[in-house]
């Protein structure tokens, strides 16, 4: 549904690495998380939000503000640099720690290591 969906949003054009590598980690969060509890789909049900609650089909889900927490927390130095991506080699999309990131050091090793080859 998500691929038909997003082909029809693309007027049929290939999508993007970004995007099928995206679809992909959504795949397989679906089928490592996998819940087999039978949910209904009755228009009624899709109509009214309440009426999920009623028919005691609850789920329950992650707290976002810890994953988003533990993002911060282990920033992996990335920044979407949108259409600047397409002229600028992928490891500069790595270079973007945040203030007091651990990995820092680790990317100014690299930049520096980079210009000595250069």
Same mark, same amino acid.
């Given at each position: @549904?998500i +691929?038909? &969906?997003l082909r #029809?949003?693309?007027?049929?054009?290939p999508? %993007?690495?970004?995007?099928?590598?995206?679809?992909?980690?959504?795949w397989?969060?679906?089928?490592?998380?996998?819940?087999? =509890?039978?949910? %209904?789909?009755?228009?009624?049900i899709?109509a009214?939000? &309440? /009426?999920?609650? *009623? &028919?005691?089909?609850m789920?329950?889900?992650?707290? +976002?503000?810890?994953?988003e =927490?533990?993002?911060?927390? *282990?920033?992996?130095c990335? #920044?979407d640099l949108?259409?600047?991506?397409?002229? /600028?080699?992928?490891? *500069?999309? +790595?270079?973007?720690?945040?203030?007091? %990131?651990p990995?820092?050091? @680790?990317?100014?090793?690299?930049? /520096?290591?980079?210009?000595?080859q250069?």
């Open positions: @549904m +691929w038909q &969906t #029809k949003l693309s007027d049929g054009k999508l %993007s690495r970004h995007a099928v590598h995206s679809l992909n980690v959504l397989d969060d679906a089928t490592c998380t996998a819940d087999m =509890t039978p949910r %209904s789909v009755s228009k009624a899709l009214n939000r &309440t /009426a999920i609650t *009623e &028919t005691g089909q789920r329950v889900c992650r707290d +976002w503000s810890v994953v =927490t533990i993002a911060r927390e *282990e920033s992996a990335f #920044k949108g259409a600047a991506k397409n002229s /600028a080699p992928m490891i *500069e999309e +790595w270079q973007h720690c945040p203030q007091d %990131s990995y820092q050091g @680790m990317v100014d090793k690299y930049i /520096a290591d980079l210009a000595q250069g």
